[in-house]
């Protein structure tokens, strides 16, 4: 089946075979072909080009884009969109005074949707997750990482990873899992840490791994969570069994996080709100990914990871939703670009590279998503008739999407 975009006012994100990842001074531009054709066959692009060198295909479907911009859809390479219930409470208490961590002292926080989780069956988990999911593909998410980590023990861990499995064979966008165990210390080892590690390493992850139920290994390295000696083991771990580390790292403390992820090979090191000269000098150079995450500390009122800088020094940048019910209650990557720009002095092509190529590879994928690119996956967003795209982040808020296209279908 073939359909072909006529018209396009820009088509955006047109890249190489060969561009995985835009760093430095290549993330101010943003490819482009204006006034363009993009043509699609069973959900892969097969060609593309200025109008005048549009084929004349009879008997296709035609999509007039007259005055739109077409581009990949979002990469969304952090989130943890598999959860029960909501934090809406603590979310009052924190706007009343109380922070994000004494909530999570006093037994709120990840434990608090731990307990709610354990008590979900897999199938009202399945239902609220799969909610999740079309909301964002309908603000025009083409393929999302997912973690579990609300389980905390083996068996809803493992809940967690087969709703994760089953939005991925019920759902057309791709779909990335995060064995995230290692996100708290659950109450029942609240002071047996070591005993808790020990699980994971010496069952879960073997478990996981045999079952094939993640591609990554993810450790919250922070204070009152997991040390830098702790995550190195658990991912150590991970790697022995074939998955690659991902790290929650820097959010409130510098422990050495990020320095431990770049010797490790992490494909990438997420949210960085507090970054010193060693996490820079670690990351130049290497082929680890910084993924910021403006939605959370939008949410808590943390710093925002200092992305300028991060570009300004040549290290990969990526931005993810962080979509999760305690700090990011959100997946709007729309929102999430409009805050790159507004917060993090990002240009809308500097954010939009971050948000698309940066993203798919902060995932695995930017081999077949992130860019409009011959033999990749149509999963598209058509934009409203709008006068540039940096209205995409200037109208913050608002959601300029008319349609969003997976494996070249109508979403
Ligand atoms: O990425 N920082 C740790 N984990 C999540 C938040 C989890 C939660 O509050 O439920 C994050 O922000
Ligand atoms: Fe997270």
Known sequence: MKKIFVNIKGLLQVLDNSDKLIIGNRMKELSKIDNAFLLIEDGIIIDYGPMENCPSLNSIEKVDSKNRYLLPAWCDSHSHIVYSGNREKEFVQRISGESYQTIAKNGGGILNSSNILRETSFEELYNQSSKRIEEVIKLGTGAIEIKSGYGLEIEAEIKMLEVIKQLNENYDISIKSTFLAAHAVPKEYQNNKDEYIKKIIDEWIPRVAKEKLASYIDVFCE????????????????????????????QFNHLGGVSLGVELGALSVDHLEVMEKEDYSALKGSKTIAVALPNCSFFLRLPFCPAREIIDKNIPLALASD????????????????LACSQM????????????????YAMGLSNKLGSITEGKTANLILTKPISSYSMIPYSFGNTLIEKVYINGKEA
Not at 230 to 238: A, F, S, V
Not at 323 to 334: H, Q, R
């Open 323 to 338: 979509y999760n019910p305690g700090s990011a209650p959100s997946g709007n990557m729309n929102f999430v670009i409009s």
């Open 345 to 360: 002095r990002l240009s809308p092509e500097e954010a939009i590279n971050a948000s698309t190529i940066n993203g798919a």
């Open 223 to 250: 204070k009152e969570y997991f040390s830098v000696q702790q995550t190195r083991r658990i991912l150590e771990c991970g790697i022995r069994h074939g998955l690659i580390p991902k790290i929650h790292v820097n």
